[in-house]
């Protein structure tokens, strides 16, 4: 029997706060035991990847109890509730299956009157169909030519993971000879994002796919029809080059305006969409059904892991958990996410939104106020870029924060050089290995403006290279871990009822209906 | 004479500290008295824009403390030791003098045998006459055509800011028919970087600059000889298609490996390169020189209000003021940077690299530790895209974060589209406006997943249009502010010795002098 409790008021909590900042994290990691903890403290993950904690601050108790807590707010059951078709999402009355995109975990849920797994497959089939009859040439233009470009229009959700995800794979398709199309996205309400794309792009073929479950995203509808006027001003019928992907209740599922709708349903949340059609038809578009359909087995693979039991066989979990550690006990605000590969360029953004727009949140699933800090702020760029940038910060600033690590052992492009004795692939690997030790273990140094404390804590995930697996492992390793914490903070990691205020005051300033600052400052921006 | 003393023995921090949050801001911004602030919190800055913090959690009584603490910390006096050419950056001995490259504002400074203001002055001048020669054909490739791409090759200072600047200007010169040519730019030392710009750009056709003040960047060296085999594979002669933009001093400055090298020195630190040779020529090749000096006038309008000693007059100095007493009373750890424009969407990485390089110290500027806290995190990512993502926690989450909105009244690409009764622009700014409305009051409902606390706070930078001279105001306002801040902290802002242990640390990996956990993981990475 599944109960839902703050998180202040577990037994293990309690005891965890006990324990408080007990390792040495500069001398657990030096000399030998540091290289115990590199073998000991690493955890398998999907798509051959690891999780390694090592430079972590924990030890054998804090990961015990840290065990206890996992128990103690059920958090597997509360997974196997998920994905067997519960009402997670309290706050919509809403089912939460974004893993039934790409697997089976657990019992057949039916909603709405269907098998819901098999009707996310029969969409990711529909677009996986319409996307071969493109690259074969079987749907055209209306000169009869190859579409080469296809340009997502979407925001939050339909926007981040989807391009952080195409970012990804494109040199590795172009290396791997699987790009298809180029994918550009328009996303901002701002007319110059959509005007800048539709400049540097060849409109007579390109495919245009307009991504909003509702069908009444204002930035998404205003967008779309910035494009309508641009392709019929370039002579094109936009009917011809627009495809929709919605919910099927939605205005946008049964209009002529499309060539074709692929659908999602309010099951699958924004932010955990990129495995559903919205990122599904413009990766299928960009790589290939083929490519599409071997992220989607790295992801359920993943969640398949996340089902174990044993911390130490469940990196999602065991992820969340020291999450929760950091934040809740040792008091840390903040999580860098630092992948040292360049084509993880937009994937901090991608969790950016994941993460906080989750758990960013100071009431629990019941809509009462909880007395303990959740969500911490993520941000992060590419390594080695950050370390010529925020890293000084991360080193001797006054506060500290955790750190998550992304490396790869091969890189993408096939292309290298060799300088100074090594490849940039093994300088790339040295920085991200130094990085870790200089955040653990510092460096004394009698030069105050030279000492490194050291006690910063790490993870890093490490893989063999970023294939289409790894990049879906990576994308549900963290989904998993964000949907952990949510459980253990005891809040609703579905809903995002923080966004609305805006919208309705934005829409009041568009109708003219304000006073006071309102009105003052809307003067001053010209409306 | 000037005393360099930390922030917790001044006595104006002291009242400050006694003050303590003191306004309540979702009262102060309801009603009349938000439309009374909005007209009063507001300071002109540089190119016609404004500093509005009318929604800072502020009032005249702690202004009043602010402006004594900008006194005490004789902030405008060590200004002006700052561009007279003291020794302020003290660790290394340094000048700093980027505010040289774009005006004199106070006496010659003679150094190097030389004036410095001449120095850079010439140094832009030679890059200007290259970038019209390159325009002109004058100067082309071996085959007599012109060059149509110039690529930046740099990392850090040498990439962050010169991007960010070239993204916020590439529309507003496509529109205005000054987009001489493209640029790119390759700074990660992962290989994948390089070549997913040497795959997507016509080679032939392209200039490269190698940009390393020192000449002995490693990542930028790499990716030099990276594009140098790249070239000759292409069957195309490196020297006739690569510049250099380095100290006189360096390996490059003199090596006949390049077609021209222009220099700047020790005096600019990388982060505040953006006006010197490091984004000018790049600029200068894309843009026009022209288009440069209108953004280096900007700049220069911007250095000069940073002279004022009244707040009021001075909106850096005030920005860095409000700052701290969020930071040091108020005990907020991160900033947001949010511009409603699509064209700085790189600008966020920018100022977090000027921002928290500069200050994430926790030693003051004669290298004793600091008892308070320092720089802040520094995130952020354009509206409307961050509504759809992370503001669900800056408006719901346990942390307040404060916000630094930027908004103008016109767009740059000059489409647009009417729909539902407005323009895209007019929805941009009616949603930034919302947003600050819905941050400050927040609103009161008896569904507490539904409330918001408000009391959040922000500022607002508006323009009429992002133009060159808008984002040279821009770029020197945040210079500006973040040396303001060092100085009230005490700290050196200008070195950053907490890049250096990664460094050392990598090249032992590299050499294979390791053990303990820096064996093993470099075991895992396959190094």
Redo the contacts between chains.
């Keep these: 029997m599944i109960s839902w409790k703050n998180l202040d008021t577990l037994d293990s909590y309690k005891k965890l706060e006990e324990l408080g900042a007990k390792v040495d994290l500069a001398k657990a990691?030096?000399?030998?035991s540091?290289?115990e903890?590199?073998?000991k403290y690493?955890v398998p993950m999907a798509a051959g990847m690891?999780y390694?904690f090592?430079?972590k601050a924990v030890d054998d108790e804090v990961l015990a109890v840290l065990a206890d807590l996992a128990g103690e707010a059920q958090l597997t059951d509360k997974y196997a509730a998920l994905y067997n078709g519960e009402v997670i999402n309290t706050?919509e009355k809403r089912l939460v299956l974004h893993q039934l995109c790409r697997g089976q975990l657990g019992e057949d849920v039916m909603a709405d009157g269907v098998n819901k797994r098999e009707f996310y497959v029969s969409q990711q089939k529909k677009a996986a169909e319409f996307a071969n009859k493109v690259h074969s040439g079987e749907i055209t233009n209306a000169a009869g030519e190859k579409f080469t470009t296809v340009v997502q229009i979407g925001?939050?959700?339909s926007?981040?993971g989807p391009r952080a995800m195409y970012l990804a794979l494109?040199?590795w398709a172009?290396q791997n000879g699987t790009l298809r199309m180029e994918a550009r996205f328009i996303?901002?309400?701002?007319?110059?994002?959509?005007?800048?794309v539709?400049?540097t792009i060849d409109i007579p073929h390109s495919l245009f796919i307009v991504v909003s479950k509702s069908g009444t995203t204002?930035?998404t509808?205003?967008?779309e029809?910035?494009v309508r006027?641009?392709l019929k001003e370039a002579g094109v019928d936009p009917a011809k080059h627009m495809l929709a992907v919605t919910s099927e209740t939605s205005p946008l599922a049964s209009s002529t305006d499309y060539l074709a709708a692929f659908f999602m349903d309010d099951y699958i949340g924004?932010?955990y969409s990129s495995s559903s059609c919205v990122g599904g038809a413009v990766l299928s578009l960009a790589f290939g059904p083929e490519v599409f359909a071997r992220f989607l087995d790295g992801a359920a693979e993943a969640d398949r892991l996340a089902k174990e039991t044993d911390i130490m066989k469940n990196p999602a979990m065991l992820d969340a958990l020291i999450g929760v550690y950091e934040r809740n006990v040792l008091g840390y605000?903040?999580t860098a996410v630092l992948p040292?590969?360049?084509?993880l360029s937009r994937f901090p953004?991608h969790l950016?939104?994941l993460d906080?727009?989750?758990?960013?949140?100071?009431?629990n699933r019941f809509?009462?106020?909880?007395s303990?800090?959740?969500?911490p702020?993520?941000?992060g760029?590419?390594?080695?870029?950050g370390?010529?940038?925020?890293?000084?910060?991360?080193?001797?600033?006054?506060?500290i924060?955790p750190l998550q690590f992304v490396?790869f052992?091969?890189?993408?492009?096939?292309?290298?050089?060799d300088?100074?004795?090594?490849?940039?692939?093994?300088?790339?690997?040295?920085?991200?290995?130094?990085?870790?030790?200089?955040f653990?273990c510092?460096?004394k140094d009698e030069?105050?403006?030279?000492?490194?404390?050291g006690g910063r804590p790490s993870s890093?995930i490490?893989g063999e290279q970023l294939t289409p697996e790894a990049l879906g492992a990576l994308l549900a390793h963290f989904e998993n871990k964000v949907m952990f914490q949510g459980f253990i903070w005891n809040l609703?990691s579905f809903?995002?009822?923080?966004?609305?205020?805006?919208?309705?005051?934005?829409?009041?300033?568009?109708a003219h209906e304000t006073?006071?600052?309102?009105?003052?400052?809307?003067d001053?921006?010209?409306?």
């Design positions: 990691m030096d000399g030998e540091g290289a903890r590199v073998a690493c690891a390694n090592a430079a706050g925001i939050g959700g926007d981040l494109e040199n172009r996303s901002n309400v701002d007319p110059d994002d959509a005007a800048a539709l400049k204002l930035e509808l205003t967008n029809s910035f006027n641009a924004g932010r605000e903040a040292y590969s360049q084509a953004a950016q939104q906080m727009e989750s758990n960013g949140k100071s009431v809509g009462e106020p909880v303990y800090v959740t969500g702020i993520i941000f760029e590419p390594g080695t870029n370390q010529h940038s925020f890293y000084q910060l991360l080193h001797q600033g006054t506060n924060i490396g052992r091969s890189n993408q492009a096939g292309m290298d050089v300088i100074q004795g090594s490849t940039s692939q093994q300088k790339l690997c040295a920085n991200v290995v130094a990085q870790i030790m200089a653990a510092g460096k030069n105050p403006n030279k000492n490194f404390e890093i490490i609703n809903d995002q009822e923080g966004v609305q205020l805006g919208k309705v005051l934005a829409k009041r300033v568009l006073d006071g600052a309102l009105r003052a400052l809307s001053l921006l010209g409306i």
